[in-house]
């Protein structure tokens, strides 16, 4: 039998790193999302019609019967209802955020899909689950075409009546 | 092999993406294409599939940690059972190895087999993701990287058996003309044995011409279980026998002048199909190349050629596309390109054409009715086989 090792400050270590870094493409249905968010501000999708499923992010083929998607183009605007959402109050490293980031998935109107994004102009007691937002695009001309684009998803300015109790 | 499959598996349709430097569409998009063509082929739906399996090696090729999940939607398994086949450069055979089991077994009439690759991802090159597959502490010290390992053993292969470099850089010649038939051909070319031992020397004595390129692609194909294959095809090509093997994982143990775990896979496969004289009943074969001299390496663990006698064979041409024994008709890793586990299927894809005579400008002349696929991976230990024919 081996002698166990009952001090691990004991333990010699070698250090090792996986030394690579990559360069992704988008695909042929990114780059076309991209290029429209980033020339027309809004969001291409694409539509299978016999799955009746709007893909966004858009795909080139419908996962679900295979049918070619690649001329089943369209655009929807950039708004949405905050599906879920999430306030983060440490950053990765564990240090306080001050003040805490609410994070949201948004799912976009008129599409089966949605978006990761931060919520902005709010106050994270005001979030609520099926709230209409907008996304908040950099402005055209600093638009690079990257997730970059879109700042964050904020309250559509028009709120629904709340019910009343 | 002690036990007999009760089930026989055909090949009832493949399809291939194009094999590039660099893709603008993701590795999704890609086994999408190749996945559609093969289900085209094959005359079915999404929908009749039963399973997938998805071929795909190291996660640090694509630069996406457990790939294989994320390609499923271009691979059709999006509400299906799917497996991910997975033993590095060996996966792209071992991919309908897992799909036969899968219908040899009876679970499943009609799997989709589908293997992907983007390796134009990892930057500076794919090749820094295998730096860490080395010992970390006893080998990793010295950087060794993948091309030292080849050149070495291309060297003890050489030095075992007498053999010269030019007899080697033939093989880069004979795949990169066989490739000038393949419309999803990267690196086609017609060059002689001079141009080979003139390209740079990358690691003596592999020269840059001598090793396969980076690609990005997809291959797939649809298996059947025999009852369904007779309903939906007229030419089905039987997966006879499959066979895989590793030997151990300290590349310093290994006998590096022959692959003795092609062998063993070789001769699981041969029994399986009932093949006793592989030279006289494997009439094209499509052994891996992902160097020059792997494919000669590879023939002879085959039993298609006596130790250190490969490349004398292919000096007389014995391997060429209208030789006895066509070897990389398709133009291999060296001419059509080596997305790596989309190749090893490639291979078989080219066996489903070839032994359908459906292969074009590349087909091998008489009526062959039997072939051989291998790749070659994991830590350089894996053997992976599969023998096909029309009967």
Redesign the interface.
């Known amino acids: 039998m081996f002698k166990g090792l009952t001090n691990v400050a004991a333990a010699r270590v ?1 250090h ?1 790193t ?14 076309r999302f991209f290029q429209t968010l980033r020339r027309k501000g809004v969001f291409a999708v694409t539509t299978c019609a016999e799955c009746q499923v709007t893909y966004l992010p858009p ?3 419908c ?4 049918a ?1 998607l690649s001329e089943a183009w369209a655009e929807v605007a950039p708004s949405g209802r905050v599906h879920t959402y999430t306030v983060v109050h440490e950053d990765q490293d564990g240090r306080p955020l001050d003040p805490p980031q609410v994070v949201a998935f948004v799912r976009i109107d008129g599409t089966s899909g949605g978006l990761i994004g931060r919520l902005l102009h709010l106050r994270p007691q005001d979030v609520q689950v099926e709230m209409p937002v907008d996304a908040v695009l950099a402005p055209p001309r600093r638009r690079r075409g990257s997730m970059d684009d879109i700042a964050g998803f904020a309250p559509r300015r028009v709120l629904p009546r709340r019910p009343t109790p | 092999m002690k036990r007999k499959p009760t089930r026989r598996v055909a090949v009832i349709g493949a399809g291939l993406s194009l094999f590039m430097r660099r893709a603008l569409d993701t590795g999704k998009e890609l086994a999408y294409y190749a996945a559609s063509q093969a289900l085209q082929t094959a005359g079915i739906r999404l929908k009749d599939i039963q399973a997938v399996v998805m071929a795909t090696a190291p996660d640090a090729f694509d630069g996406v940690h457990m790939k294989g999940e994320w390609l499923l939607d271009g691979a059709g398994g999006v509400g299906k059972p799917y497996l991910r086949a997975y033993v590095g450069g060996g996966s792209g055979v071992f991919s309908i190895i897992s799909g036969w089991m899968m219908v040899a077994s009876g679970v499943f009439d009609l799997v989709l087999v589908v293997a992907e690759e983007k390796m134009s991802s990892c930057q500076p090159h794919p090749q820094g993701a295998f730096l860490t597959i080395f010992d970390h502490i006893i080998e990793r010290p010295l950087g060794p990287n993948l091309l030292w390992i080849f050149s070495l053993e291309q060297q003890r292969y050489m030095a075992a058996y007498g053999i010269r470099n030019e007899d080697i850089a033939l093989v880069s010649v004979k795949n990169k003309h066989n490739a000038l038939a393949h419309p999803a051909a990267q690196v086609a070319a017609q060059l002689t044995v001079k141009d080979i031992l003139d390209s740079d020397v990358v690691a003596w004595p592999v020269h840059r011409l001598m090793v396969s390129p980076i690609s990005d692609g997809a291959a797939a194909v649809v298996l059947a279980s025999e009852q369904v294959a007779r309903r939906l095809s007229d030419r089905p090509i039987w997966i006879q026998g499959v066979g895989w093997c590793l030997d151990t994982s300290y590349w310093g143990n290994r006998d590096l002048a022959y692959p003795r775990y092609v062998e063993k896979a070789a001769w699981m496969a041969y029994e399986m199909a009932g093949v006793t004289e592989p030279r006289k009943q494997i009439h094209v074969a499509e052994p891996y190349d992902p160097f020059a001299y792997k494919e000669l390496h590879h023939l002879e663990g085959l039993q298609l050629a006596d130790r250190g006698q490969a490349p004398e064979d292919l000096a007389r041409g014995r391997f060429d596309r209208t030789g006895e024994l066509p070897s990389c008709p398709s133009g291999g890793l060296m001419g059509v390109g080596n997305p790596i586990a989309a190749a090893g299927l490639m291979k078989v894809c080219e066996l489903f054409w070839q032994l359908r005579r459906e292969a074009g400008a590349r087909q091998v002349p008489g009526n062959p009715e039997r072939g051989v696929a291998q790749a070659w991976g994991d830590l350089m230990q894996i053997g992976t086989v599969a023998v096909l024919g029309v009967r």
Do not use: I, K, S
């Open positions: 070698w090792g996986m030394p690579v870094q990559y360069l992704y493409t988008a695909g042929v249905a990114g780059e795909r080139l083929y996962e679900r019967c295979f070619d």
